[in-house]
């Protein structure tokens, strides 16, 4: 058997799976927003206004964690599925991606301070029970997304690509993903300008491919990074925090440079050998499949 096929043989979910993980997040958000786009007088009629909270906008949000599950079940079954979910356990890595993780707000306010808003827009919540409820929505929104780009997208196009070209691909993959939302009225997004947000999409995900890598595959870590950048504590720095995560960007590709351009650390598998244990050796690429 050739080095080929030994490779292929050991991967449950095959590279092929990016396709129609890929049909189904995309059909099914942009099937949504495609309605309200073209026939916003029927659709509000029938199902109402559109919003951040309205469930057929959660529904597109999401649809990449869907995507990835019915992909999973498809070729692993229900059992693949829990120890796919297993990742959700991992938490180990250097300790400085934590310290990167609690500094994230620093490039909000910084953003801020450069647009000039950082001490004039008010905080915005009135009261706890409003700050707890507003944290609780972004919780399950959001983040959510993880489980299909981070979960199961990016170990697949690390078998192909090196780190720093699978986060490149990955992040304009992501933030195409996002455009109807800036194309209706009701939407979080209908405020900002779609070209910063697709930079800064490319930016956030060569940030969190080495984070991911260095975590041995964890979900988690990709699912609290994502939640920093949406919570909303944080001030509105669009579109000037893109510069500052560019510049982090940059400075963590240098850094992880001897990874992020080579396959020997770069997490492949989808679905762990076994639940509730570390990611072993052979989670990582050896050979190009």
């Not at 700050?131 to 929505?137: G, K, R, T, V």
């Not at 697709?198 to 060569?206: D, M, N, P, Q, V």
Request: aromatic share 14%.
């Amino acid at each position: 058997m050739n080095s080929d096929s030994t490779i292929n043989h050991r991967y449950s979910v095959p590279l092929i799976a990016l396709i129609p993980f890929l049909l189904i997040a995309f059909g099914l958000a942009w099937g949504i927003l495609a309605l309200y786009i073209l026939l916003p007088g029927p659709m509000t009629t029938m199902f109402g206004q559109l919003s951040g909270h309205h469930p057929l906008f959660i529904l597109a949000v999401w649809s990449p964690a869907f995507a990835a599950f019915i992909i999973i079940i498809r070729y692993v079954g229900l059992a693949g599925l829990r120890r796919y979910l297993s990742r959700m356990l991992l938490w180990r890595c250097p300790p400085v991606w934590y310290v990167f993780l609690l500094g994230v707000p620093l490039l909000f306010y910084a953003g801020a301070a450069v647009k000039g808003n950082l001490f004039t827009d008010p905080f915005p919540f009135n009261s706890l029970p409003e700050l707890l409820s507003a944290i609780a929505i972004t919780l399950i929104l959001g983040p959510m997304e993880e489980f299909g780009w981070r979960g199961l997208a990016l170990p697949l196009l690390q078998r192909r690509f090196a780190p720093i070209w699978a986060g490149l691909i990955l992040g304009s993959i992501w933030g195409i993903w996002h455009l109807p939302a800036f194309l209706l009225s009701d939407t979080p997004q209908s405020a900002w300008s779609f070209t910063p947000f697709f930079l800064g999409s490319i930016a956030l995900s060569l940030i969190v491919t080495p984070l991911f890598n260095a975590s041995r595959g964890s979900i988690l870590l990709a699912f609290l990074f994502h939640l920093q950048l949406i919570n909303p504590i944080w001030p509105d720095a669009q579109p000037y925090d893109i510069f500052f995560f560019w510049a982090a960007a940059l400075v963590i590709v240098v850094i992880n440079r001897k990874t992020m351009f080579r396959k020997t650390r770069a997490i492949t598998l989808v679905i762990p050998p076994t639940v509730n244990r570390e990611m072993p050796e052979d989670f990582t690429e050896k050979t190009s499949p």
